[in-house]
C-alpha cells in the first residue's frame, strides 16, 4: 500500500552504465524482449485513490491487480473471468537517470 514513489522502479531497474554521467548519450541494443521462458506471467495494478491513485480514480478508486498467464501471443487472467486478448509485447519506458541535484529538486516539488 505504501509504496515510495520516489525510489527506483522495483522490478526493472536502474541497470548502472560504468562511468557514465549525465548528459552523456547512450545506445542501447534491444536483443531479445519477451518473457523469461518458464515464467510466462505479468500483471497490472493500480494504487488506491488515497495512496496515488492514477488515471481514472473517479471510475476506479480501489487499488486493484490482475494477474495476466501468457500463451503465446495472447494473455488471460484468472482476476477477469472471460477476456483474452493478443498483447503487443513492448519495453515501456527507456531512458537516463537525471543527476542526484535534478533528482532531488523533482521530489520537492
Known amino acids: ?14 541497470i548502472a ?3 557514465a554521467e549525465p548528459g552523456d548519450l547512450l545506445k542501447v541494443e534491444l ?7 518458464g515464467d510466462e506471467w505479468g500483471f497490472t495494478g493500480t494504487f488506491h485513490k488515497d495512496n496515488g491513485g492514477g488515471f481514472l480514480t473517479d471510475h476506479y478508486p480501489e487499488a486493484t491487480k490482475a ?3 501468457f500463451q503465446g ?21 527507456i531512458g537516463t537517470a537525471p ?11
Open 1 to 14: 500500500k505504501n509504496v515510495d514513489l520516489t525510489q527506483v522502479h522495483y522490478l526493472s531497474g536502474p
Open 17 to 19: 552504465v560504468s562511468s
Open 31 to 37: 536483443l531479445n524482449l519477451g518473457p523469461l521462458q
Open 67 to 69: 494477474c495476466w498467464d
Open 73 to 93: 501471443v495472447y494473455c488471460c487472467s484468472r482476476h477477469i473471468p472471460g477476456v483474452r486478448f493478443a498483447g503487443l509485447i513492448h519495453p515501456g519506458l
Open 99 to 109: 543527476s542526484a541535484e535534478l533528482l532531488a529538486m523533482w521530489n520537492e516539488r
